[in-house]
């Protein structure tokens, strides 16, 4: 077994939605990034490299490459997912969380579940995303951005 943990954090700018765990969300800001700004996908990505020992997503998809401009973060989980395959691991379960002051995911959470596991190819039980606040304190409560970590386990694929 291989356990890896990710981390990401965007702050807010200028927008009309924001992007977490595949599903656009109306807000009245976006979340400044080279690709779509998935802060859930970003830190499960990483979570997902880091438990094969394949470095982070930064190393794999740089922001300075004109080629990941814009990127569909669910597609860049995809290649990581393909590389964690590679490797000979498949997704045991992952455990992710959202710290977000705004907006509010508790009505988007079950469509993230489903296009995570989708993409992960796994049962969406193998998923769980929560979400929570920070109560107002630090860059997340006064609503500079927002954060996401991943806890994943990988087990050896079959024979």
Request: glycine share 14%; hydrophobic share 45%.
């Amino acid at each position: 077994m291989r356990i890896g943990h990710g981390y990401d954090v965007h702050r807010f700018c200028e927008g009309d939605h924001v992007m977490l765990g595949g599903v656009r969300i109306e807000h009245a800001e976006g979340l400044a990034a080279h690709s779509d700004g998935d802060v859930v996908l970003h830190a499960l990505c990483d979570a997902l490299l880091g438990a094969i020992g394949a470095g982070d997503i930064g190393r794999h998809f740089p922001d300075d490459d004109p080629a990941w401009a814009g990127a569909d973060s669910r597609d860049l989980l995809r290649r990581v997912v393909t590389q964690v395959q590679a490797a000979g691991f498949i997704l045991g379960n992952a455990d992710l969380t959202v710290v977000a002051q705004a907006p509010r995911l508790a009505a988007h959470i079950g469509t993230m579940v489903e296009r995570i596991a989708a993409d992960c190819g796994v049962d969406p039980g193998a998923v769980n995303v929560k979400a929570t606040t920070t109560e107002g304190l630090g860059f997340c409560g006064r609503r500079e951005g927002i954060a996401a970590h991943a806890v994943v386990l990988l087990l050896p694929a079959g024979p």
